[in-house]
C-alpha cells in the first residue's frame, strides 16, 4: 500500500445522483430517483458511516463508488483524479486493486464450489500479489492470520458452507485484502450475523482502520456506528441531511430524521417521554415514492417542524461547526427550533443494540 496523506481523501463521490429507468408494463418513461446529488469524501485511516434505513439509497452509493454502475451526473474520483467507467478488464482490474467491497450475505458472496485455499488464492494471482503456489499458499494463510482465522490450515481447505457466518464474512474480508486495496466499502457487513459476534467483525475493520484503510461503513443502526465510526453521515431518500463526528452527532442530533434513528435505537439508560393523549408523537405517513418523490424538502411531509418553505425550496447546508453541517429549515431565522431532548447517554457497550428498520423522517439534501 502506497504512503498516502491522511488530509486527503482517497476517494471521492462528487455530486453523485443516480437515476433507474423502469421498464415493466406501465412503467415506461418512469425513473427511480434512487440518490439525489451526494459528496462524499473517503480518507486513509479513517471509518465514514452512512446511516439510514432500507431504501435509503446507501448500497446505490457504494456501489457507484465500486463502478458497479455509472453515475447518471457527478463523477468519482481516486487521488483526485476522475474515474471514467471502466470499460475493459485491465481498467476494471487497475481499480479494483485499490477498492474493494464486502457485501451484506457472506454466503451469497461467496463461490460455494470452491474451497477457501481457491477463494483467497484467486485474488492474490489475479493482482499480482503472488504468481507461484508456494507463494500464494503463504500469503493465503498470512490472510487467514490476518482476520483470526487460526490456526489457519483448519480453515484453508473448507468449504463456505462448512463456516459460520462470522467465519464466512471474516474469509470475504480476506478475499477483499487480497488485492492489498487503499479502500473498502462495507455494504452492511455485520447485520447478518449474530449480535455475539458482530463485535469480533468490527475490531477486526477497526484494526483494519488502523492500518490506514478508508472504510465506507453502511449500516441502519446508528446505536452501532456511534462506537465505531469516526464520522456518521444520514442519508433519507437518497439525500444526505446531516453530517458530523460519530459520538457528537449521535449526542446531539439536528436534523429530525436524524433524531428519530437515534430515538429508535434502544436503550435502557433513556427514559420515555410520557404518551401523547392525543396520539400525536410518532410521526404521520410512509417513506415517500422515490419514483415521484415529493418537491422541496422530503422530509416535510412526516416533519412536525415543516412550514411551507420545505414543499418548495430545499434547505440549504448550515454549518454547525467545522464538521458538522445539516440540511434543514428549522436551522433558518425565523423557523422553529429543533426541540433539544436530555443528551443522549453514554454507555461502554459498542455492541449493535439491533438490526431492524427504524421508522424514520424525510429529508433532502445534497451535500
Not at 437515476?19 to 415506461?28: D, I, K, V, W
Not at 473517503?42 to 446507501?58: C, D, M, N, Q, Y
Request: some cysteine.
Amino acid at each position: 500500500m502506497p504512503p498516502t496523506d491522511a488530509s486527503k481523501p482517497v476517494l471521492e463521490a462528487r455530486k453523485v445522483s443516480k437515476r433507474f429507468t423502469l421498464h415493466g408494463p406501465g412503467q415506461y418513461g418512469k425513473e427511480v430517483h434512487a440518490l439525489e446529488p451526494v459528496t462524499l469524501a473517503l480518507h486513509p485511516g479513517r471509518i465514514t458511516a452512512l446511516v439510514g434505513e432500507s431504501g435509503s439509497g446507501k448500497s446505490t452509493l457504494a456501489r457507484l463508488l465500486a463502478l458497479a454502475h455509472p453515475p447518471t451526473s457527478g463523477e468519482i474520483r481516486l487521488d483526485g483524479e476522475r474515474i471514467a467507467a471502466a470499460r475493459t478488464a485491465r481498467g476494471k482490474r487497475a481499480y479494483y486493486r485499490q477498492v474493494q467491497m464486502v457485501f451484506q450475505d457472506p454466503f451469497s458472496s461467496l463461490s460455494p464450489v470452491h474451497r477457501v485455499r481457491h477463494i483467497l488464492g484467486r485474488p492474490l494471482q489475479l493482482h499480482g500479489g503472488a504468481q507461484d503456489k508456494a507463494a500464494r499458499e503463504r500469503q493465503t494463510v498470512e490472510l487467514l492470520e490476518r482476520v483470526n482465522l487460526t490456526p489457519a490450515d483448519q480453515f484453508i481447505d473448507k468449504f463456505p458452507h462448512e463456516l459460520s457466518g462470522g467465519q464466512r464474512q471474516r474469509v470475504a474480508i480476506a478475499r477483499a485484502l487480497a488485492a492489498r486495496p487503499r479502500v473498502l466499502l462495507g455494504d452492511e457487513p455485520v447485520s447478518m450475523l449474530d449480535v455475539s459476534i458482530r463485535l469480533d467483525i468490527l475490531n477486526l475493520l477497526g484494526s483494519l482502520r488502523d492500518d490506514g484503510l478508508a472504510i465506507l461503513y453502511i449500516t441502519h443502526d446508528i446505536a452501532g456506528a456511534r462506537y465505531f465510526a469516526d464520522e456518521i453521515k444520514v442519508l433519507y431518500a437518497g439525500q444526505l441531511v446531516e453530517s458530523g463526528p460519530g459520538e457528537e452527532l449521535v449526542r446531539d442530533p439536528r436534523h429530525p430524521y436524524t433524531r428519530l434513528l437515534v430515538e429508535s435505537a434502544p436503550d435502557p439508560d433513556r427514559i420515555a417521554p410520557p404518551p401523547d393523549p392525543d396520539g400525536d408523537d410518532a410521526p404521520p405517513g410512509e417513506p415517500p415514492s422515490l419514483v415521484d418523490p415529493p418537491g422541496g424538502c422530503r422530509f416535510h411531509p412526516r416533519c412536525p417542524l415543516a412550514v411551507p418553505q420545505c414543499a418548495t425550496t430545499f434547505p440549504p447546508r448550515t454549518h454547525l461547526s467545522a464538521k458538522r453541517w445539516v440540511h434543514c429549515w428549522s436551522h433558518d431565522a425565523g423557523v422553529p427550533q429543533i426541540p433539544q431532548a436530555d443528551p443522549v447517554p453514554h454507555t461502554d457497550c459498542p455492541v449493535p443494540h439491533t438490526d431492524r428498520p427504524v421508522p424514520h423522517k424525510d429529508k433532502d439534501n445534497s451535500p
